[in-house]
Nanobody
Framework: EAQFVESGGGLVQAGGSLNLSCAAS????????IGWFRQAPGKEREGVSC????????FYIDSVKGRFTTSADVAKNTVYLQMNNLKPEDSGTYYC???????????????WGQGTQVTVSS
């Protein structure tokens, strides 16, 4: 089954950092966009960042601007999310998804993986 495999989550104190990875399994990157989403218990899946592989434009929600950075290693079919200065409200399960053009609508993305859990303690 073609999907992403997310990893790199964990428990960290507020102010700490994590670097999440999202590796493609069963497919390769092309002229795609890859989004990072997160979901807290009882809440809807929320878009956090999005990367258009061509031409490399990046988008972030306001609450993570200046703290999160998304990047891609196309040769490895892997996307990363470097998260710095983490806050308790960043906690949730983080997923990545594939689409053609960046958007904040989870329904437009596919190839979701199982996610990786991020917990930020205060």
């Amino acid at each position: 089954e073609a999907q992403f495999v997310e990893s790199g989550g964990g428990l960290v104190q507020a102010g700490g950092s994590l670097n999440l990875s999202c590796a493609a399994s069963g497919f390769t990157f092309g002229d795609h966009a890859i989004g990072w989403f997160r979901q807290a218990p009882g809440k809807e899946r929320e878009g956090v960042s999005c990367l258009n592989l061509q031409p490399g434009s990046r988008f972030y929600i306001d609450s993570v601007k200046g703290r999160f950075t998304t990047s891609a290693d196309v040769a490895k079919n892997t996307v990363y999310l470097q998260m710095n200065n983490l806050k308790p409200e960043d906690s949730g399960t983080y997923y990545c998804g594939l689409t053609w053009v960046c958007s904040w609508f989870a329904s437009t993305f596919g190839f979701w993986g199982q996610g990786t859990q991020v917990t930020v303690s205060s």
